[in-house]
């Protein structure tokens, strides 16, 4: 599943930025809902729900130690009947936990230690759960009888549950949480439920932790933040940091579903005036993930979320990931969107966003699966393309040749015939070059026209396309 072509890339000048890198090959499941995180010891985990039915197997693992370069299989699963309908990895200080629906229970599973747990309390339909600073979870869970929201909370990986437990209200559903640095507690759910439910309102509550595992609330922190209920809002999570929090949900007919915020300066007292990120105009926004983090001195939200044609073409330069940031300064401005997927993004039903990875040494990462024929193949790109730097460029697959007098090396290992195309970041077709290689050959495209950017090359022949990103620089 490797692209059989690598861009060699050579560079004018030794200045340092970062991008988006080539894709990584993850593995081969069906598809479902899926997470990722790193583990304290600097491994990435990503838990992938297992969508074949009574096959044995509930949660398949897959690790890596090279930052998301190379996958295998992890030398733990988690056993199980059914399909399991969400799945989140959570980092506590010393291990990643894995919280997952198996029917109607809540279960925990240590990635370190193979230790199990479950919220027993009540049986649920839906839940999500966060981690503290000190690494509590803080749990809640949609009732499986009905529309209510209930939370608890675990100081030992969801081996048992000593925190306060509590009704939220009986007139919830589907439970999205945020915890900031500070412990201060962002959850929001749709409610009163209608009938329709996505054309319920979505309402968010603030909570402060006096200790871990206790949180204090009034009925003055619950108030609704989208308040239309004549359109659809699909998926919706906040993220929160040092007094911020942005909000996200997607909105509109599912066909045609776009992308909206609004940011809170003070916690989430008060939100000011929703916006529009991305959608219309002939696309769709199916799937976002949402984080806010400290980043070279500064606080940030960092989003990601499949954009598609309508209908889709199945192209990955139309039908693809972008990432967009705002900083603490000015919340609401977000960058212009770039575009990082060289594999068509699937995203399926309420849980399957493409995951969203912080690294703790700053980097960032995204998982995701793309659909096949019979299975999705799942990827991985990491925010470290680091231009001007031979270790880095050598470990993301690049080597420097530098200068490159203004052309890009097209190297190969087998024969090829057919056409190179050059996309900027926003989709658009800049160049077309015929291409004709034999095995061992090389070619040299022109791009010394082409402003400073990232840039998507795609190898287009009859028996499909192989795209490669790199980063046009001084």
Same mark, same amino acid.
């Given at each position: 599943?490797?692209?059989?072509?690598?861009?060699?890339?050579?560079?004018?000048?030794?200045?340092?930025?970062?991008?988006?890198?080539?894709?990584?090959?993850?593995?081969?499941?069906?598809?479902?809902?899926?997470?990722?995180?790193?583990?304290?010891?600097?491994?990435?985990?990503?838990?992938?729900?297992?969508?074949?039915?009574?096959?044995?197997?509930?949660?398949?693992?897959?690790?890596?130690?090279? /930052?998301?370069?190379?996958?295998?299989?992890?030398?733990?699963?988690?056993?199980g009947i059914g399909v399991c309908q969400r799945v989140r990895m959570l980092r506590l200080p010393n291990a990643v936990v894995c919280a997952y629906l198996d029917g109607t229970t809540v279960r925990f599973y240590n990635t370190a230690t193979a230790n199990s747990g479950a919220y027993m309390a009540y049986s649920a339909s839906e839940f999500d759960a966060a981690v503290?600073?000190?690494?509590?979870?803080?749990?809640?869970? /949609?009732?499986?009888?009905?529309?209510?929201?209930?939370?608890?909370?675990?100081?030992?990986?969801?081996?048992?549950?000593?925190?306060?437990?509590?009704?939220?209200?009986?007139?919830?559903?589907?439970?999205?949480?945020?915890?900031?640095?500070?412990?201060?507690?962002?959850?929001?759910?749709?409610?009163?439920?209608?009938?329709?439910?996505?054309?319920?309102?979505?309402?968010?509550?603030?909570?402060?932790?006096?200790?871990?595992?206790?949180?204090?609330?009034?009925?003055?922190?619950?108030?609704?933040?989208?308040?239309?209920?004549?359109?659809?809002?699909?998926?919706?999570?906040?993220?929160?940091?040092?007094?911020?929090?942005?909000?996200?949900?997607?909105?509109?007919?599912?066909?045609?579903?776009?992308?909206?915020?609004?940011?809170?300066?003070?916690?989430?007292?008060?939100?000011?005036?929703?916006?529009?990120?991305?959608?219309?105009?002939?696309?769709?926004?199916?799937?976002?993930?949402?984080?806010?983090?400290?980043?070279?001195?500064?606080?940030?939200?960092?989003?990601?979320?499949?954009?598609?044609?309508?209908?889709?073409?199945?192209?990955?330069?139309?039908?693809?990931?972008?990432?967009?940031?705002?900083?603490?300064?000015?919340?609401?401005?977000?960058?212009?969107?770039?575009?990082?997927?060289?594999?068509?993004?699937?995203?399926?039903?309420?849980?399957?966003?493409?995951?969203?990875?912080?690294? &703790?040494?700053?980097?960032?990462?995204?998982?995701?699966?793309?659909?096949?024929?019979?299975?999705?193949?799942?990827?991985?790109?990491?925010?470290?393309?680091?231009?001007?730097?031979?270790?880095?460029?050598?470990?993301?697959?690049?080597?420097?040749?530098?200068?490159?007098?203004?052309?890009?090396?097209?190297?190969?290992?087998?024969?090829?015939?057919?056409?190179?195309?050059?996309?900027?970041? &926003?989709?658009?077709?800049?160049?077309?070059? &015929?291409?004709?290689?034999?095995?061992?050959?090389?070619?040299?495209?022109?791009?010394?026209?082409?402003?400073?950017?990232?840039?998507?090359?795609?190898?287009?022949?009859?028996?499909?396309?192989?795209?490669?990103?790199?980063?046009? /620089?001084?």
């Amino acid at each position: 599943m490797k692209p059989l072509f690598t861009l060699l890339l050579g560079l004018v000048s030794a200045s340092v930025s970062q991008a988006w890198g080539p894709d990584s090959f993850m593995g081969i499941t069906m598809a479902g809902s899926h997470d990722a995180a790193e583990a304290p010891n600097g491994q990435l985990i990503a838990a992938l729900a297992d969508t074949a039915a009574n096959d044995g197997i509930l949660i398949h693992f897959l690790v890596s130690d090279d /930052q998301g370069q190379t996958w295998s299989d992890a030398p733990y699963s988690i056993a199980g009947i059914g399909v399991c309908q969400r799945v989140r990895m959570l980092r506590l200080p010393n291990a990643v936990v894995c919280a997952y629906l198996d029917g109607t229970t809540v279960r925990f599973y240590n990635t370190a230690t193979a230790n199990s747990g479950a919220y027993m309390a009540y049986s649920a339909s839906e839940f999500d759960a966060a981690v503290s600073s000190t690494g509590w979870i803080y749990l809640f869970v /949609q009732l499986s009888t009905g529309n209510s929201i209930r939370r608890a909370g675990s100081g030992d990986g969801g081996i048992t549950w000593t925190g306060n437990e509590a009704l939220v209200t009986g007139n919830g559903a589907v439970p999205r949480v945020s915890v900031s640095p500070a412990d201060t507690v962002i959850l929001n759910y749709y409610g009163p439920v209608l009938a329709d439910r996505p054309k319920s309102r979505i309402r968010a509550a603030f909570y402060n932790t006096s200790s871990p595992g206790n949180l204090n609330v009034s009925a003055a922190n619950f108030q609704d933040v989208v308040t239309d209920d004549t359109v659809d809002k699909w998926r919706y999570a906040a993220a929160i940091r040092n007094g911020r929090v942005w909000f996200f949900w997607e909105q509109g007919p599912a066909a045609t579903s776009t992308l909206h915020g609004r940011v809170s300066t003070n916690n989430g007292a008060v939100y000011g005036s929703p916006f529009q990120l991305a959608g219309g105009n002939g696309e769709r926004i199916a799937g976002f993930t949402a984080i806010a983090r400290g980043w070279g001195g500064t606080t940030r939200c960092e989003l990601i979320y499949a954009r598609y044609s309508v209908p889709a073409s199945g192209d990955p330069a139309v039908d693809r990931l972008e990432y967009r940031t705002a900083s603490a300064g000015l919340p609401s401005a977000f960058s212009s969107a770039t575009a990082f997927s060289e594999n068509v993004p699937r995203v399926e039903g309420i849980n399957g966003a493409p995951a969203l990875v912080p690294l &703790a040494n700053g980097l960032l990462g995204a998982a995701w699966g793309s659909p096949g024929n019979v299975a999705t193949a799942y990827f991985f790109d990491l925010h470290d393309v680091v231009t001007g730097s031979a270790e880095r460029d050598a470990v993301n697959g690049f080597r420097l040749l530098g200068p490159a007098h203004g052309h890009l090396i097209i190297r190969g290992a087998g024969r090829f015939d057919g056409a190179a195309e050059l996309r900027d970041d &926003a989709g658009r077709l800049v160049a077309r070059h &015929a291409l004709r290689l034999a095995a061992g050959e090389d070619a040299l495209l022109p791009v010394d026209v082409l402003p400073n950017g990232t840039y998507l090359v795609t190898l287009v022949e009859r028996e499909g396309r192989r795209s490669l990103r790199f980063v046009q /620089q001084p």
